[in-house]
């Protein structure tokens, strides 16, 4: 089911896959019904736009040690920086990446391997 009533016929979708090998590169089609009234679309995929997310180091290791279930004043100890300083670069951080709190953040920066999952360099397990 496609959002706003649109539905994909089955017999059209499947009379659109049919003739496509598995050797090409290109995204599936889809065949809709707009509106229930027999009137059928093909729908492209549309590539999602690639995001340019331009965090300082500071900020991706800030991320690392949230991402470690560190608060902003354990961070601040570890990094030798204010808490506010940390509470700064996670604001901007999480604005940047478009998350609406640090979670989210941390997720985002995880899923687009802005961050990874061993300690940054320099700050070797110690701390962790």
């Not at 089955?10 to 090409?24: D, I, K, V």
């Not at 700064?88 to 604005?95: D, M, Q």
């Amino acid at each position: 089911m496609i959002k706003y009533g649109a539905t994909i016929g089955l017999l059209a979708a499947l009379l659109l896959f049919a003739g496509q090998s598995h050797a090409e590169e290109k995204e599936p089609s889809a065949i809709v019904e707009i509106g229930g009234a027999g009137d059928w679309k093909v729908v492209e995929p549309v590539p999602a736009p690639l995001r340019d997310y331009s965090l300082s180091p500071r900020k991706r290791e800030v991320l690392w040690w949230a991402a470690q279930g560190k608060s902003a004043w354990e961070i601040g100890e570890i990094l030798h920086i204010a808490k506010r300083t940390v509470d700064e670069h996670t604001h901007k951080a999480v604005r940047k990446l478009g998350a609406v709190n640090r979670t989210q953040a941390v997720a985002t920066a995880l899923r687009e391997r802005l961050i990874g999952t061993s300690p940054p360099p320099g700050k070797i397990g110690s701390q962790c």
